[in-house]
């Protein structure tokens, strides 16, 4: 539902990421949250190769996401998935206890498990090249594999990381789902709960509303 040309909420994206990006940009995150509260949002897109000083000025380091909401104006992931969850005890629960829960493993995935998901991709991307990235890598994925597994320790026999889904569990399942799993060994309970997340059916229309930007094939060739 929630893509709207009139709403009031925007989402600052892409139209244009390599194809291998599609499908992980963090606008996502984004737009999932909204999803799940049923608000509508508006775009404004961007090609990530040709980035104008409007989108310096909606996010100072030129990337995406940003978020605008009247004189509300936001960037990094993790800030708006906040603020859009502060709206709707579905996402954040009210309570000091389940609240707590639900921001501590929120910046638990952002913090303590995407640093390391982010090197494996800077390896790739930039190591290969310069011959780094085998040695980044022998270094990194037993620390993600170790944190992993603890997640799934955490995570014990339940669904979720609390007792439902929360903005916590959207984090981290966005998060993890960027891991290269021919690379790191993911733990069964941890797949599974990947692939909970990304049944839910706010996830399979966020998906959709970002591909569905894209600008189309035969505009992809470089400027
Ligand atoms: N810490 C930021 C990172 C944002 C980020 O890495 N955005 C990527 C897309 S997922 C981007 O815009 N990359 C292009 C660039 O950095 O030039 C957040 O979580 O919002």
Redo the contacts with the bound molecule.
Sequence with gaps: MPMEPTAAIEVIA?NW?PPL?RG???DLRARWALEEIGLPYRTRLFD?RN?PDALYALQP?????AYCEGAVQL????AIALHIAEKDERLLPRDPIGRGRATSWLFAA?NSIDPLVLSLIVARVHGEAKGWAAGARETIVPMLEARLQRLADALGGKDWLDTRFTVADLMMVATLRAINRDLVAMPEPIAAYVARGEARPAFQAALAAQFADFIPEEQELPA
């Design positions: 892409y990421v990006a992980q940009v963090r990530v980035k380091f030129g990337q995406v996401p960037f990094e992931c993790g952002l």
